[in-house]
């Protein structure tokens, strides 16, 4: 059975890897596996809290982000084999302008990928915030609010600290995670009013 216990353990394992994605050679794979944990995690904490939008949100961004790279993807690898194929016809005009063409695609690719992966940012920040308010750690709030931003603004660069240290938050807040839900505050005694005498 699910418990919040494995979920601060998965999430915050998960996010550390996700971290260190910048590892040479194995970064991507690193990555990979980082954010199937932390999908896990999200999964065991939407069932723990009795909320499934938790984990459908975080999964609507996955997709979103999956396809934002698919696209983007397929638009510069079209550009590349037209390239190739105007090189084999070898004039210099051709050439020149299947270049041009190929940059085109690169930035519309890169702006493809910018658009899914801000609408992918909204997503997490709406399954972090809902974590944030049940679980009562407001470092998740902090992680989906830093992922928004930095993801508006990638397509200066400037998003990829920031998204940087959104990871870095996103693993302070899995670790903050309670073993158990936290209850509401409970009155103290002396704000439940006097005690009813006892009856012999």
Do not use: C
């Amino acid at each position: 059975m699910a418990s919040l216990g494995q979920a601060k353990t998965l999430g915050g394992v998960g996010s550390i890897l996700v971290l260190l994605s910048f590892v040479p050679y194995a970064g991507f794979a690193l990555a990979i596996v980082g954010f199937i944990l932390i999908l896990v995690a999200i999964k065991y904490i939407s069932e723990v809290i009795g909320d499934p939008a938790v984990f459908n949100n975080m999964m609507i961004a996955v997709v979103l982000a999956i396809v934002g790279l698919v696209v983007g993807g397929i638009v510069v690898f079209g550009a590349v084999y037209s390239l190739i194929g105007l090189g084999s016809i070898g004039t210099t005009s051709t050439i020149s302008g299947g270049v041009l063409g190929l940059i085109a695609a690169i930035i519309i690719g890169l702006v493809v990928i910018w658009i899914f992966y801000l609408i992918a940012s909204i997503f997490i920040k709406r399954s972090y915030d809902t974590v944030a308010n049940r679980l009562n750690v407001g470092t998740f709030h902090t992680a989906g609010l830093l992922y928004l931003i930095g993801a508006a603004l990638t397509i200066i660069f400037v998003g990829i600290i920031i998204v940087f240290i959104a990871e870095i938050f996103q693993i302070v807040a899995f670790f903050s995670i309670p073993e158990q839900m936290v209850m509401g505050p409970q009155p103290m005694p002396e704000q439940m009013g006097p005690t009813p005498p006892r009856t012999s």
